[in-house]
């Protein structure tokens, strides 16, 4: 017992010999110069720091290093060096000191800033070119095992307060974390790496989670396992895979990822988001293929505001180009209303700027697509869009009980959209009950062929200003709500007094037909035409589509000859006046 009570009072005694020394030895000029030299055989730069080490008990008990700073030999004068520490902890381990020796593996960075430049000739500033990790990197380039290679001892970093700029003098861009805290975890040159932390970019929190299985491997162009989580408000996103940097960064697995608002999502990503900031949330899950300009989602299940879609998307960016969307989507039932027309905005379809910084040229089918009160079912469709120019086509559709292709775009050398649609076999009666209370109805089978063009698409006033042409024949139908043949029968008994269409009676038809051509919200219809049997009623005459405003005239021929007065409807669309006009001798 008196022995042990001997052996822990040396150890004790030989502890607290070590602890009163320590401040003299982690002081001394030959501890800093072995710091010093530690860190530049590591990195091939300059490093230095203010005055000499002194004991540090907080976090952990070891070696306080104030204002470290390695060099950036690109750098110009006035610019920040590579990486610039207030203060370094470094956990020192107490039985290698009493051999004299500074073996430090655990560190805390207190407001670390890391500078990060690409110089205008193409060189990165953190690409060091020679030092032991240089040493390391070339052996992994060189296909050396790296069980044959003495592993470089690096450690657990704890990271405080710190900020990492970018700034590419190439292509103009800057970026900035700040209020970084975490931790990064590399044993040494063999070992995985793994980092987990937040920080603050664009003005959002910012949390990650990343491993990399081989880092070096990874950065000499082989493959390496590679796992990536971001968690923020606008956007979610986690990544498992495989990554390589034989030419560039390449990336290979699965991926989720989401954003409850494509508005908010644009706004962090810098792009100009346009209608597109309408879409609502995102989400997106499948195999991924990405380089640092493209990425490709293949086996991809989207869900744009609630409508849910799977196919291929791949959306291709560099530093010098538009961002451009394309790949083919296949939906269920889908809404496009909020983008064509969103609430609460004065932004124009017409105008380039309401699509945003993004190219798009998408593939689409749909069960079903719903815009406003029209439903298009077995949807075959494309989007397109660039700068000044963007397009909807519907290369095939069924609606209506017939069926549709349409085109809603605009060119570049336009000033206005415009839509053109070619219809076949439509039940009148169901584009009729879409039309304001009031109006007439219309039954039969209907050809539509149509081209206008709108100044904008709002909601309201997309009319006002419309310009073009349509052409409608109808066959073996109604018009309801109106007895043509008894108008003229009575205004011919009342002689002629003006008096409000009552909206009953029905005129049967074999062929119905009309040609509008619309300036500006008006249009003028030539060659219109009811027949029945030998008998027709011929129309002309003036319609404001905004306004309501009617100006027609109908005159009734037998066999070609005309018969009876002329017959005139005026008033609006919704309160139609009607009376007979005599014929003009003239």
Known sequence: MKRIVIAISLILGLVAAVLIALPLFVSSESVRGRILAQMQDLTGRAVSFRGNPSVSFYPFMGIEISDLRISD?????????????????????????????????????????????????????????????????????????????????????NIIDGAIEYENHITGQTEQLTNLNGSLNWADTNAPLSSKG?????????????????????????????????????????????????????????????????????????????????????????TISATASSIKLTDAKIRLSGNEATGVVQIVHNEFAVPKLDGTLAFGDVDISPFFFPENTNLELGDPNALGNLEVDLRLSANSM?????????LAAAISMQEHEWAFDIGDSSTFEGSVIARLGKQKEEDSASLDISARGINSSKITALLPKNLLGLTGLANIDARIHFQDLSSRSFLREANGEVKVNVTNGSVDGIDVNRLFERNEEQGGILQPLDGSGKTAFEQFRAELFI???????SDGMIRTGASEIRISGRADLYEGGLALRAQRYEQDTPSGGRLFIGGSITAPLVTLEPISTN
């Open 198 to 286: 937040s920080a603050v970019w664009r003005g959002e929190t910012i949390s990650h989670n990343i491993y990399i299985e081989q880092p070096f491997e990874l950065a000499a162009g082989s493959n390496s396992a590679l796992s990536v989580e971001v968690v923020s408000t606008p956007l979610e996103f986690n990544f498992v895979g495989e990554a390589n940097m034989f030419a560039d960064l390449y990336m290979t697995g699965t991926v989720t990822a989401k954003s409850p608002s494509t508005a908010r999502l644009f706004e962090v990503l810098q792009l100009e988001a346009g209608h597109l900031r309408f879409l609502g949330d995102i989400q997106a899950k499948g």
């Open 370 to 378: 719903k815009l406003k009160s029209i439903m298009l079912n077995n």
């Open 73 to 157: 030999p690109t750098a110009d004068p006035g610019d920040p060096p590579l990486l610039a520490v207030e203060k370094l902890h470094g956990k020192l381990d107490l039985l290698p000191a009493l051999f004299g020796r500074a073996d430090i593996g655990q560190y805390q960075m207190l407001r670390p800033r890391l500078h990060l430049k690409v110089s205008s000739d193409g060189k990165a500033n953190w690409h060091f070119e020679k030092g032991q990790l240089r040493g390391v990197f070339n052996q992994k380039s060189a296909e050396e095992q790296s069980e044959l290679s003495s592993p470089i001892q690096l450690g657990d970093f």
């Open 519 to 525: 300036v500006r919200g008006i249009a003028a219809i």
